[in-house]
């Protein structure tokens, strides 16, 4: 019995229903997590219709939970692209060079967790 199957139970209000499990970054890569420090980020983010981020990458895992919108994720090192809509978990891309895109007509809001050594910064932007 997993501990989520442990509070699904007839005896309690609660509910759980699992939504994604994964071993993978959306490029394929393995999700490797810092060695030393952990320090777990928090973030919301934004992003208005037609806004392009600046092409970046990250050194540590990030992951994005899509709450609202749709978000065209563009990998510029291989050419890949994914589209993620509301309710999408995403498993980012590590070491590699990619932007996103806001490819509808709503603002598409992101809950962003990253796990990095501890005072470092995740996202380096291309010069």
């Known amino acids: ?25 959306a490029s394929g890569q393995p999700i490797a997590l810092p060695q030393k420090n952990v320090e777990v980020q928090v973030s919301s983010y934004q992003i208005a219709p037609g806004a392009t981020l600046p092409v970046h ?3 540590f895992p990030r992951y994005a939970y899509v709450e609202q919108g749709t978000l065209k994720v563009t990998n510029v090192e291989t050419g890949a692209a994914n589209t993620f809509k509301s309710g999408d978990f995403i498993v980012e891309i590590i070491g590699q060079w990619h932007q996103a895109t806001n490819i509808g007509t709503d603002p598409v809001k992101l809950l962003v967790i ?3 050594e501890q005072g470092a910064k995740n996202t380096i932007l291309k010069q």
Not at 4 to 22: E, G, H, I, R, Y
């Open 114 to 116: 990253d796990q990095v």
């Open 1 to 25: 019995t997993t501990s989520a199957n442990a509070l699904d139970s007839s005896n309690t209000p609660v509910v759980v229903t699992p939504l994604v499990s994964k071993t993978t970054t």
């Open 57 to 59: 990458k990250h050194r």
